[in-house]
């Protein structure tokens, strides 16, 4: 499984577009970029997930370059209620049977505080 | 509605006792996982079992055991609680039929804590 880096923490204020850079140097040719996040005393939920280039949908955006080697996860116009803690994950699941599993190891994550 | 379930929430244990941590899911999914949440920490994985009658060790799996008891059950035990045990359990599910890493779901937690 990739190991990947992200800063401890990032502080931002409401209404600022924030980047948060993840490394992954040993990302394999199958795996996917996925972002989760999390709130206090909350699981961890599905953000984004991309392969290559850039992804959007409602939330987020996710640009990953052509090696693959980083990706950054753009908040647009952030407010305080996504101050939380935003984890980056390289893996992939066989999709290939009912025996298979995705063993997904979450690092320390990205804590984000947003300020008014 | 669909997710996955874990009781209890809350829980204080004495060192030594033992309890089980209960979690279902109703999405039909395959695999199914236990981590646990130091605070301040990210989550590290105690065991997973990938289909019904499977399980594997995680990261941190001492002092763990778990039952996968049918497709919606997975339970985790602890034998003899410790304090180094404390912490925010979360169980998890995902399809391995989907590519990637977004068909996990989370449960709300079960705090726990060991004096």
């Known amino acids: 499984l990739a190991k990947t880096t992200q800063p401890i923490s990032m502080d931002s204020y409401e209404g600022q577009e924030v980047n948060i850079t993840c490394s992954h140097n040993?990302?394999?040719?199958?795996?996917?970029i996925t972002w989760y996040q999390q709130f206090p005393s909350q699981g961890p939920r599905f953000i984004i997930q991309?392969?290559?280039t850039k992804v959007t949908n409602e939330v987020a955006s996710l640009f990953i370059p052509a090696d693959r080697k980083s990706s950054t996860l753009s908040l647009p116009r952030v407010s305080l209620s996504d101050t939380a803690v935003y984890y980056c994950?390289?893996?992939?699941?066989?999709?290939?049977?009912?025996?298979?599993?995705?063993?997904?190891?979450f690092g320390s994550g990205t804590r984000l505080s947003i300020r008014p | 509605n669909a997710g996955v379930t874990q009781t209890p929430k809350f829980q204080v244990l004495k060192t030594g006792q033992s309890m089980t941590l209960q979690c279902a899911q109703d999405?039909?999914?395959?695999?199914m996982y236990w981590y646990r949440q130091d605070p301040g920490m990210g989550l590290r994985l105690i065991y997973y079992?990938?289909?019904?009658?499977?399980?594997d060790k995680g990261e941190v799996p001492n002092g763990y055991n778990v039952s996968r008891l049918n497709k919606r059950e997975f339970s985790l035990r602890l034998e003899s609680a410790a304090p180094s045990q404390t912490s925010v359990y979360f169980c998890?599910?995902?399809?391995?039929?989907?590519?990637?890493?977004?068909?996990?779901?989370f449960g709300s937690g079960t705090r726990l804590t060991v004096v």
């Open positions: 998890a599910s995902s399809d391995p039929r989907v590519e990637g890493n977004y068909g996990y779901t």
């Open positions: 040993n990302i394999a040719t199958n795996d996917y």
């Open positions: 991309g392969y290559k």
């Open positions: 994950l390289v893996g992939s699941s066989s999709g290939s049977g009912y025996s298979s599993a995705s063993k997904i190891i």
């Open positions: 999405m039909n999914h395959n695999s």
């Open positions: 079992s990938a289909s019904e009658g499977t399980t």
